[in-house]
């Protein structure tokens, strides 16, 4: 079986606002000037996905999923007031994407084998006044779990993942590895109790 599916999200906004100030006191001006504000913003979001699930066999079956996505935006402003003036501009711009893997394999009706890949890639900028600020990030993770049920009230299932994480931007980068394991034993003698010890 697959399945796609196809999404959009966009946004606009403007604004404009002009303002006469006057300063009076007993109807006798004292001041004058002017305000004007201008904003303009806009954003755009795309999405695609897809998804297969697979039974191979009575014995194996294999899912898979990708995700990816796209945005950008920007945000600007204008304000004065007499001969103050203020302006800025930001514009924004990300990517994301997402790629699972699943597959299960039955050595018989009590011992599973379910293997497991994952990726997600991020990144996003930011530009404001010629100055760009941009962030990546990486995840790999692998996961292998092993289940018994030798009867029907003791299971046990263990396991793990093992998961890469990198951070990259304009100032620092970051990498680094980690384990953590996985066990769950579970013993249900009748319907109205049951214990489980998990780590």
Not at 66 to 78: E, P, Q
Not at 130 to 135: G, H, K, V
């Amino acid at each position: 079986q697959i399945s796609t599916d196809f999404r959009y999200a966009g946004n606009t906004e403007k604004s404009h606002a002009q303002n006469d100030i006057i300063s009076m006191v007993n109807d006798v001006v004292l001041d004058s000037g002017f305000s004007l504000a201008r904003n303009h913003s806009y954003s755009n979001q795309y999405q695609g996905t897809i998804t297969y699930k697979g039974k191979l066999d009575d014995r194996n079956t294999l899912d898979a999923d990708f995700r990816y996505s796209h945005s950008d935006g920007n945000n600007y402003n204008y304000f004065q007031q007499d001969v103050f003036t203020s302006e800025n501009s930001i514009a924004q711009q990300g990517d994301f994407a997402r790629f699972n893997l699943n597959y299960n394999f039955q050595f018989s009706p009590k011992i599973n084998l379910d293997l497991g890949y994952g990726n997600v890639y991020t990144s996003n900028s930011n530009e404001m006044l010629s100055n760009t600020f941009t962030q990546k990030e990486y995840r790999n993770r692998f996961s292998a779990y092993l289940s018994y049920k030798p009867i029907p009230s003791v299971s046990a299932k263990l396991g793990g993942i093992v998961e890469n994480y990198r951070q990259k931007n304009t100032r620092n980068d970051v990498d680094h590895t980690s384990f953590m394991p996985f066990v769950n034993l579970q013993y249900i003698p009748s319907k109205n109790f049951n214990v489980v010890a998990k780590y």
